[in-house]
């Protein structure tokens, strides 16, 4: 599994408008081949920051959908904005995460002996 996370920091007059986009966009995105969940958030102490976390089969999955008219469009929406402050767009693969927990304990069970 690929899951991918995009934070977006906007003033809260572009806030409203890319919440408007990202809504209509959430279903058609779920509705791809490959994608098991595409869910928006805002901060809890931060109304600025907006989240969208999508989950993804594999990596060509993800990549037919950052080909895809809906990622464009989402892409689109983020140009337009007044002023975003940051955007942060990050991959995380499963199976290097898995990986990565494995190392760990391996080396912290191989400090115990």
């Not at 942060?88 to 115990?112: C, H, T, W, Y």
Request: charged residues 30%.
């Amino acid at each position: 599994m690929i899951v991918t996370t995009i934070r977006i920091q906007t003033t809260p007059e572009n806030r409203r408008e890319l919440m408007q986009t990202f809504r209509f966009l959430s279903d058609p995105i779920q509705s791809e081949s490959g994608c098991k969940s595409c869910r928006i958030y805002r901060e809890v102490d931060n109304d600025g920051a907006v989240i969208v976390i999508q989950e993804w089969d594999s990596r060509n999955h993800l990549d037919n959908h950052l080909r895809s008219d809906e990622f464009a469009v989402m892409i689109g929406a983020m140009s337009l904005l007044e002023r975003p402050e940051t955007v942060e767009f990050q991959v995380l693969d499963q199976l290097e995460g898995s990986r990565s927990v494995e190392a760990i304990r391996a080396r912290n069970f191989s400090k115990k002996r």
